[in-house]
């Protein structure tokens, strides 16, 4: 592997992104089964000097998940940069400077759709150069599917723990949309009267919504922060487009720079589905 690399060399190794999924995919595996396996029985110990009640939520599934996956990226890679959502004791191993950033959130919406169950939650974890995802990998535990991806060679799904096959965005069907949990509720109104059925999601999973069995679309949309959709949250949409799907924010493709502000993320299967989206959003008055 990359562990005797420096960090500049490291992202100049074409086999970087293929090597890194090829090392995380089993961890990622595990760390969905830990979250699933603790799910119903951990309690959330909010952060303290979070601003909100969301960011703060945290549980011991997090952590151990956080681990599962950093144990791995630390034997491999330690010339990393680390950007991880919580402070476990494999983080102060890693790198401060280099061209490569990882990117971890162990569970991607603890509090309502891990603690509360009110829709999919996602683990995740993306390899970033120079600002730029190049691999990708998200777990839905409760579905049992992981997909990952690298830059320019396609998509992966695994389901079940089963091995990994290319994803076929022409098999998906259902008209199910994942939505951001606070979209406002003319833009849910909108998609329904399309007959769409809307259900509120992690931006994790909303990320690979098209994916999903069962669902043809995602729409995220942040407007607390003005930086948009989070760096975490922007991890799933490298799967999502190497599987063909359009990814977009809201009315441009959607940057692939991982700090470029947009405050929304819109995937969907066809460009029916995408003007939809688009339909909702335009309901929605600051």
């Given at each position: ?11 100049q190794n074409t086999s970087f992104p293929s090597d890194f999924v090829r090392a995380l995919a089993p961890a990622l595996q595990q760390a969905a089964s830990i ?156 998609l329904e009267d399309h007959g769409y059925e809307v259900t509120a999601a992690s931006g994790g999973a909303i990320s690979v919504a098209p994916l999903i069995p ?73």
């Amino acid at each position: 592997m990359l562990t005797d690399l420096l960090p500049n060399t490291a992202v100049q190794n074409t086999s970087f992104p293929s090597d890194f999924v090829r090392a995380l995919a089993p961890a990622l595996q595990q760390a969905a089964s830990i979250a699933r396996s603790l799910e119903g029985r951990v309690s959330n110990r909010p952060k303290l000097g979070e601003v909100t009640e969301a960011k703060a939520a945290l549980t011991v599934a997090d952590t151990a998940s956080q681990e599962a996956l950093l144990t791995p990226l630390l034997a491999h890679f330690p010339q990393v940069k680390l950007e991880a959502e919580e402070d476990t004791p494999s983080v102060s191993h890693f790198s401060e400077s280099g061209d490569a950033l990882v990117v971890i959130d162990p569970i991607d919406g603890t509090l309502r759709f891990y603690l509360e169950g009110s829709g999919p939650y996602a683990v995740m974890i993306g390899l970033a150069i120079r600002e730029r995802y190049e691999a990708s990998l998200v777990a839905l535990p409760r579905e049992q599917l992981c997909f990952d991806a690298v830059r320019g060679r396609g998509a992966r799904v695994s389901e079940k723990d089963a091995a990994a096959k290319p994803v076929a965005l022409g098999e998906a069907t259902g008209n199910r949309i994942l939505v951001s949990h606070n979209l406002p509720s003319s833009a849910v109104e909108r998609l329904e009267d399309h007959g769409y059925e809307v259900t509120a999601a992690s931006g994790g999973a909303i990320s690979v919504a098209p994916l999903i069995p069962g669902v043809c679309a995602g729409l995220r949309l942040v407007r607390e922060n003005p930086e948009g959709v989070s760096i975490r949250g922007r991890i799933g949409a490298l799967i999502s487009a190497e599987a063909g799907a359009l990814v977009m924010g809201a009315t441009a493709p959607f940057t692939p720079e991982i700090r470029t502000p947009a405050p929304a993320l819109l995937i969907a299967t066809n460009e029916h589905i995408l003007a939809h989206l688009r339909d909702a959003l335009s309901t929605i008055h600051d």
